[in-house]
């Protein structure tokens, strides 16, 4: 009985440093085995990354083959024209441009308010025509321009029952504009002169001497003893 006891005990022990062996075995040529494991499951996932992006690219054409149907001669089909009344209206405003005539005047208008600008040092504190002039540059001469080109009417409608049409008012208009600084700049060129016969004044008052005041008296004396 004892010796059947020994005899399996002994059979355990014996399996379990083979499997204990076998484990370590396995491990150890794992480890060794490691890196070209790796390597290898490195270049199987940069193959079917590969293969991937051309499924990927074919299965993009064959999508933008079906989005972009083509005809029987090759080409693309054509939409039809969907265009509304202001689409139609964006592009009549597109195309409607200033005569040469026109944009002469407007350029000069530009040069004039420009002109006078630089003078600003020169006009009296508050003054309403320097504000005229800026406000020319700034609004008055693109409102004016932008209202003609927002018509939608081919060529050139009449607008009055006098028969004016949109060209004739938008001449007119840039008349207007172009008088008004003309008036400014001759204001402007008034008070200049104004200053300097006040500076005349002064000088005279100032430097005056007694035999110029004596023979300044002697006309107004004899004028009242007449």
């Known amino acids: 009985m004892w010796l059947l006891l020994l005899f399996v005990g002994m059979l355990s022990f014996m399996l379990v440093a ?27 996932l940069l193959v079917r990354a590969m293969r991937g992006g051309g499924n990927d690219r074919e299965s993009e054409t064959g999508h933008a083959a079906r989005a972009c149907p083509r005809s029987s001669t090759g080409t693309a089909a054509r ?10 209206a964006a592009k009549a405003r597109a ?21 006078l600008l630089g003078y600003a040092d020169r006009f009296p504190p508050f003054s309403q025509d320097l504000h005229i002039v800026r406000q020319t ?3 008055y001469l693109p409102r004016t321009v932008n209202a003609y080109l927002a018509i939608v009417s081919d060529g050139d409608p009449v ?6 049409t ?26 200049d002169v104004d200053r300097l016969l006040a500076n005349r004044r002064f000088l005279e008052e100032r430097f005056r001497t007694p035999e110029a005041e004596e ?7 004899e004028t009242d003893a007449a």
């Open 18 to 44: 083979g499997v204990a062996m076998a484990a370590v075995g396995i491990a150890f040529a794992i480890g060794h085995a490691l890196p070209w494991l790796l390597i290898v499951a490195g270049a199987w």
């Open 159 to 164: 607008i009055s029952a006098r028969g004016t």
């Open 79 to 88: 939409q039809p024209d969907r265009t509304g009344p202001a689409s139609r």
């Open 95 to 115: 195309r409607r441009e200033l005569p040469i005539d026109v944009q002469v005047k407007v350029d000069q208008i530009r040069r004039k308010a420009d002109v």
């Open 137 to 139: 540059t700034a609004e």
């Open 166 to 191: 949109a060209l004739d008012e938008l001449r007119a208009q840039l008349g207007l504009l172009d008088s008004k600084l003309d008036e400014v700049a001759q204001n402007l060129e008034r008070q």
């Open 215 to 221: 023979h300044a008296d002697r006309p107004r004396q």
